[in-house]
């Protein structure tokens, strides 16, 4: 297999199409079964796939192979991060970081564990650390200005959610919450621009339209309220009794 069979692999799993990445990837391996870089790309693939167990196996194989690989480490424990064994992701991104300590990614997702734990400090510890190596990096700002909002430190939430829009405007979700600081600080009409901003992108986040309709509350605009109550009761039936928000 040549070096396009890889490239090709590696555009169909960028494309979402993984269950072809994946067949080219194990026909490269059946001919160099120890391409650390393949076995990567075949482990990347198949987590998009929910093949848990498969995807650790190609894992290992490629740290067997090469155990100061800090993307293998970082890949190991994002795994676990994504299937909630929030502890032992730690300990591989950990390894990664020892590793690589510049790599930004592994912050993150420590951060993202950090804060499902409940160690708010931890956690922005490690977003300062994800934006000192990378200042563009929307998510961290974003995941930072989450923590400070749930400490009630709004304004400095703010500040974070300006620069992720900053760097990316286009994120439902940053205007949302950016509406709820705002409105938290008493400034409604800021925050229903905010929550308008947020519906605009995305018209079913139930998350903005249940924001909207208490900030219109406040403003003593029941009538229209109830219109976004309306919204999101319809939104719900359609999604299903079972729908996790």
Not at 20 to 29: C, G, K, P, Q, Y
Not at 40 to 64: D, P, T, V, Y
Request: glycine share 6%; net charge negative.
């Amino acid at each position: 297999m040549s070096s396009d069979d890889k490239i090709k692999g590696m555009m169909y799993a960028s494309i979402g199409r993984y269950s072809e990445a994946i067949t080219i990837f194990n026909e490269v391996l059946d001919t160099s079964p120890d391409d650390v870089g393949v076995l990567m790309c075949r482990a990347g693939a198949l987590s998009r796939m929910g093949s848990f167990a498969k995807a650790l196996e190609s894992i290992e194989k490629a740290l067997e192979l090469d155990p100061l690989r800090a993307d293998a480490w970082f890949l190991k424990g994002l795994l676990f991060y994504q299937r909630g064994n929030l502890i032992k992701a730690l300990g591989y991104l950990e390894q990664a970081l020892d590793i690589d300590p510049r790599h930004a990614e592994a912050w993150c997702i420590s951060g993202n564990c950090y804060y499902y734990i409940g160690d708010f400090q931890k956690a922005m510890d490690c977003y300062e650390a994800t934006i000192d190596i990378e200042r563009e990096y929307p998510k961290a700002w974003y995941n930072k200005g989450v923590v400070l909002s749930d400490i009630r430190l709004y304004n400095e939430a703010l500040q974070c959610y300006d620069e992720a829009l900053r760097i990316n405007p286009g994120v439902a979700v940053v205007w949302t919450n950016k509406g709820y600081c705002m409105a938290m600080l008493n400034k409604y009409e800021e925050a229903l621009d905010c929550l308008d901003r947020a519906l605009d992108i995305n018209p079913e986040d139930v998350t903005a339209l249940n924001n909207k309709a208490a900030t219109l509350r406040r403003l003593g605009r029941d009538e229209e309220a109830a219109e976004y109550d309306e919204k999101v009761r319809e939104l719900m039936i359609a999604r299903g009794p079972h729908t996790v928000m």
